[in-house]
């Protein structure tokens, strides 16, 4: 039986390998973190990622083919093929801060996958690393091999949170980089006979290791460019009273432009898409391609204008302060359909009004209480002066709405679309404001109600019309 083993039980690795399991009963897959609560949680019938679908699926297959374990070293030494997916985040300190992407963790993993080995294996990065860390631990494996022999290939992970389990059954492709030699290519072939088991074969493409290292952030980098090129035209919009649902329809009609990907919002948000642009801009910089470093930083820097000119619009409509008013904050996760925080814009929009004296009283139907804290820094004794006196997290988003001066939409939940905005309308303060970072709600069946409704790209309320778009500072 071919043995699989995982290192990383997080975001990308729990639910791929449920996957595995699931489609593939021939083989043992155990998926190993050195977090004790983390594979506890995997253990339990409370799974620490929240994904639809998800439960049904390790369910089916936890305790026959699919194990979550904390004994790192022996499913390591045990296994023919090991996945690493371990966290990869922008690095914070030293060369390349702020830029390139944090190692640690991957080298701790290739030094323990040398340390404990005693058969050939196949690696695999499932990571988003940069180009060539296959080739550095290549050496970082060979060099501590003690005679064993490892093969390194590169098999980017595209799934979306939200949609994994749909991502992951019927994926667009599957990439797997190798290298070319013999040995090389009869690894490739061991990991396609396993995404063969559910994955037609035109889908599965095998080429060399550093291209698909580089095709996994040039994905990353291309989707990001996309909604940070229609977010752009939303301020163009909002300027010109054109709508850019209906520009973003009529470019996306294009075929060779394409439709998805085009909902402009309050910026894109997730683990991947600015750490892996970072990372494509510390690469080219590192190659000496100056003007290819700044072409990609832009799409970064239009994510930030576009959070800053949500939080602007905010003050500028409700006359230039939100200093002491409550604030509902709908949303904190940076996409629905998942619990996941990361680059959240949520969380650069409550800073922003907290340091104009904001009250914030934050409602997410999955994101806790204490994730929430620590994002907006209430844990940091620094930080505290009072901030956390500004801040309540609430189960009930007509709790959060209640007396409120405005609402901000920061996560396309669909329980939004359908909320009892009549009641809402009532029980806050009037003028009630509404500002939608999403395009969530029917802006002109809220305007009926009462409400004045920003939303982003759309003609303003004539309310918003007549203000500076920038309030003084
Ligand atoms: C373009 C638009 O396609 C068309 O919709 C619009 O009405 C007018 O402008 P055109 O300039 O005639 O049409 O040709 P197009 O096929 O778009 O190519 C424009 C340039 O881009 C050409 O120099 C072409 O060689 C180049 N190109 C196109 C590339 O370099 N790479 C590509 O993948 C596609
Ligand atoms: C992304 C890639 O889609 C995936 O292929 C890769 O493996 C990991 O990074 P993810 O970050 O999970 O996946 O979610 P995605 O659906 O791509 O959304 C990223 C962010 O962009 C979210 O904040 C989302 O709200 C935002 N977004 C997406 C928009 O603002 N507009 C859109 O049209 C699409
Ligand atoms: P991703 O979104 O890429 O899956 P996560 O942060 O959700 O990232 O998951 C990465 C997981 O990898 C974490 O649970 C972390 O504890 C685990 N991890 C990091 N380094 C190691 C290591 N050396 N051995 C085992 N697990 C590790």
Same mark, same amino acid.
């Given at each position: @039986?071919?043995?699989?083993?995982?290192?990383?039980?997080?975001?990308?690795?729990?639910?791929? @390998?449920?996957?595995?399991?699931?489609?593939?009963?021939?083989?043992?897959?155990?998926?190993?973190?050195?977090?004790?609560?983390?594979?506890?949680?995997? !253990?339990?019938?409370?799974?620490?990622?929240?994904?639809?679908?998800?439960?049904?699926?390790?369910?089916?297959?936890?305790?026959?083919?699919?194990?979550?374990?904390?004994?790192?070293?022996?499913?390591?030494?045990?296994?023919?093929?090991? *996945?690493?997916?371990?966290?990869?985040?922008?690095?914070?300190?030293?060369?390349?801060?702020?830029?390139?992407?944090?190692?640690?963790?991957?080298?701790?993993?290739?030094?323990?996958?040398?340390?404990?080995?005693?058969?050939?294996?196949?690696?695999?990065?499932?990571?988003?690393?940069?180009?060539?860390?296959?080739?550095?631990?290549?050496?970082?494996?060979?060099?501590?091999?003690?005679?064993?022999?490892?093969?390194?290939?590169?098999?980017?992970?595209?799934?979306?949170?939200?949609?994994?389990?749909?991502?992951?059954?019927?994926?667009?492709?599957?990439?797997?980089?190798?290298?070319?030699?013999?040995?090389?290519?009869?690894?490739?072939?061991?990991?396609?006979?396993?995404?063969?088991?559910?994955?037609?074969?035109?889908?599965?493409?095998? @080429?060399?290791?550093?291209?698909?290292?580089?095709?996994?952030?040039?994905?990353?980098?291309?989707?990001?460019?996309?909604?940070?090129?229609?977010?752009?035209?939303?301020?163009?919009?909002?300027?010109?009273?054109?709508?850019?649902?209906?520009?973003?329809?009529?470019?996306?009609?294009?075929?060779?432009?394409?439709?998805? *990907?085009?909902?402009?919002?309050?910026?894109?948000?997730?683990?991947?898409?600015?750490?892996?642009?970072? !990372?494509?801009?510390?690469?080219?910089?590192?190659?000496?391609?100056?003007?290819?470093?700044?072409?990609?930083?832009?799409?970064?820097?239009?994510?930030?204008?576009?959070?800053?000119?949500?939080?602007?619009?905010?003050?500028?409509?409700?006359?230039?302060?939100?200093?002491?008013?409550? @604030?509902?904050?709908?949303?904190?996760? *940076?996409?629905?359909?998942?619990?996941?925080?990361?680059?959240?814009?949520?969380?650069?929009?409550?800073?922003?009004?907290?340091?104009?004296?904001?009250?914030?009283?934050?409602?997410?139907?999955?994101?806790?209480?204490?994730?929430?804290?620590?994002?907006?820094?209430?844990?940091?004794?620094?930080?505290?002066?009072?901030?956390?006196?500004?801040?309540?997290?609430?189960?009930?988003?007509?709790?959060?709405?209640?007396?409120?001066?405005?609402?901000?939409?920061?996560?396309?939940?669909?329980?939004?679309?359908?909320?009892?905005?009549?009641?809402?309308?009532?029980?806050?303060?009037?003028?009630?404001?509404?500002?939608?970072?999403?395009?969530?709600?029917?802006?002109?069946?809220?305007?009926?109600?009462?409400?004045?409704?920003?939303?982003?790209?759309?003609?303003?309320?004539?309310?918003?019309?007549?203000?500076?778009?920038?309030?003084?500072?």
């Amino acid at each position: @039986m071919l043995k699989i083993c995982c290192i990383g039980a997080g975001y990308v690795g729990g639910p791929t @390998m449920a996957i595995v399991a699931y489609k593939c009963p021939d083989i043992q897959v155990a998926v190993v973190d050195i977090s004790s609560s983390r594979i506890a949680a995997w !253990n339990s019938s409370s799974l620490p990622v929240f994904e639809p679908g998800l439960d049904d699926i390790v369910m089916s297959c936890r305790g026959r083919n699919l194990f979550f374990s904390t004994d790192v070293e022996k499913h390591v030494a045990d296994a023919d093929i090991i *996945f690493v997916s371990v966290n990869t985040p922008t690095k914070r300190q030293g060369l390349g801060a702020g830029k390139a992407a944090d190692l640690t963790y991957w080298e701790s993993a290739a030094r323990l996958i040398a340390d404990v080995s005693t058969s050939d294996k196949i690696v695999v990065e499932k990571s988003t690393v940069p180009v060539k860390t296959a080739e550095a631990i290549e050496r970082i494996l060979t060099h501590n091999s003690n005679g064993v022999r490892f093969q390194i290939l590169s098999n980017p992970e595209f799934l979306a949170e939200g949609t994994a389990i749909n991502d992951l059954l019927h994926p667009d492709r599957v990439l797997i980089g190798g290298r070319s030699t013999p040995e090389g290519q009869a690894a490739v072939n061991t990991l396609v006979s396993v995404y063969a088991h559910w994955v037609p074969a035109d889908r599965i493409i095998s @080429m060399g290791l550093w291209s698909a290292e580089i095709s996994k952030l040039a994905a990353n980098a291309f989707l990001a460019q996309r909604i940070s090129s229609i977010n752009a035209m939303s301020a163009l919009c909002e300027a010109t009273s054109a709508d850019v649902t209906q520009v973003a329809y009529a470019v996306g009609k294009d075929s060779r432009v394409g439709h998805r *990907f085009l909902n402009a919002s309050v910026g894109y948000g997730g683990s991947c898409f600015q750490k892996d642009i970072l !990372n494509l801009v510390y690469i080219c910089e590192c190659n000496g391609l100056t003007e290819v470093a700044n072409y990609w930083k832009q799409v970064v820097q239009l994510n930030d204008y576009q959070k800053s000119r949500f939080v602007k619009r905010i003050v500028s409509s409700m006359f230039n302060t939100v200093a002491q008013k409550k @604030m509902a904050i709908l949303g904190f996760a *940076f996409k629905k359909d998942t619990g996941d925080t990361r680059e959240t814009p949520a969380i650069d929009v409550c800073q922003g009004l907290l340091r104009d004296n904001a009250h914030l009283s934050i409602y997410d139907p999955q994101v806790t209480e204490e994730q929430i804290r620590h994002d907006l820094d209430m844990d940091n004794p620094d930080e505290t002066h009072g901030r956390s006196k500004q801040i309540n997290i609430v189960s009930d988003v007509y709790e959060a709405t209640e007396g409120a001066h405005g609402v901000c939409i920061m996560t396309e939940w669909d329980e939004f679309k359908t909320l009892d905005y009549e009641r809402i309308f009532k029980h806050m303060q009037h003028p009630s404001f509404i500002f939608d970072g999403r395009n969530v709600i029917d802006a002109d069946r809220l305007r009926k109600i009462g409400f004045i409704v920003y939303s982003i790209g759309k003609p303003l309320d004539p309310w918003l019309r007549d203000l500076p778009a920038v309030p003084p500072s």
